[in-house]
């Protein structure tokens, strides 16, 4: 088990930067992969981007250039670091991880992008 919590979602400016966190409630030195997902009003949640244990990162071709996935296992938290947004980042962020029992998902973080 884990919980997983998110943090660091804020209004800003077209064209801003904001860092996400994901805190995990335990070691995540054992956990393979880790995603980020979004959701905007009346939207699919959708993916973003995931990381996986030797911290190999993949994203969504809506984001590639513009975010950067990481993990520090030291601090159990993965990170989302988002640049150049764009008003259609605008949603609810979540952290996601999985085992093979049951997924994990946070409460979710709220990011607006403002024209």
């Known amino acids: 088990q884990v919980q997983l919590v998110e943090s660091g979602g804020g209004l800003v400016q077209v064209g801003g930067s904001l860092r996400l966190s994901c805190a995990a409630s335990?070691?995540?030195?054992?956990?393979?992969?880790m995603r980020w997902y979004r959701q905007a009003p009346g939207q699919q949640r959708e993916y973003v981007a995931s990381?996986?244990?030797?911290?190999?990162?993949t994203y969504a071709d809506s984001v590639k250039g513009r975010f950067t996935v990481s993990r520090d296992n030291a601090e159990n938290t993965m990170y989302l670091q988002m640049n150049s947004l764009k008003p259609e980042d605008t949603a609810v962020y979540y952290c996601?991880?999985?085992?093979?029992?049951?997924?994990?998902w946070g409460q979710g973080t709220q990011v607006t992008v403002s024209s």
């Open positions: 990381i996986t244990s030797d911290s190999t990162p």
């Open positions: 996601y991880t999985w085992n093979f029992r049951n997924e994990f």
């Open positions: 335990r070691s995540i030195s054992d956990i393979n992969v």
